[in-house]
């Protein structure tokens, strides 16, 4: 499964590193019903 997120990561021109980072620090909060938004294809960093 880590292999495709990472695949997507690449396609979408992300850092495979940072998005995982970002992705493990947010998901015990994030809402189920937007856990879309943290995909590689639709995943933007918080500022």
């Known amino acids: 499964m880590l292999y495709s997120?990472?695949?997507s990561c690449r396609e979408a021109g992300?850092?495979?590193?940072?998005w995982l980072h970002?992705?493990?620090l947010r998901i015990g909060q994030?809402?189920?019903?937007?856990?879309?938004e943290l995909l590689p294809g639709r995943w933007k960093a918080k500022v």
Do not use: A, S
């Open 22 to 24: 970002d992705v493990l």
């Open 5 to 7: 997120f990472f695949g």
């Open 30 to 36: 994030h809402p189920i019903n937007r856990i879309e």
């Open 14 to 18: 992300l850092n495979e590193r940072e």
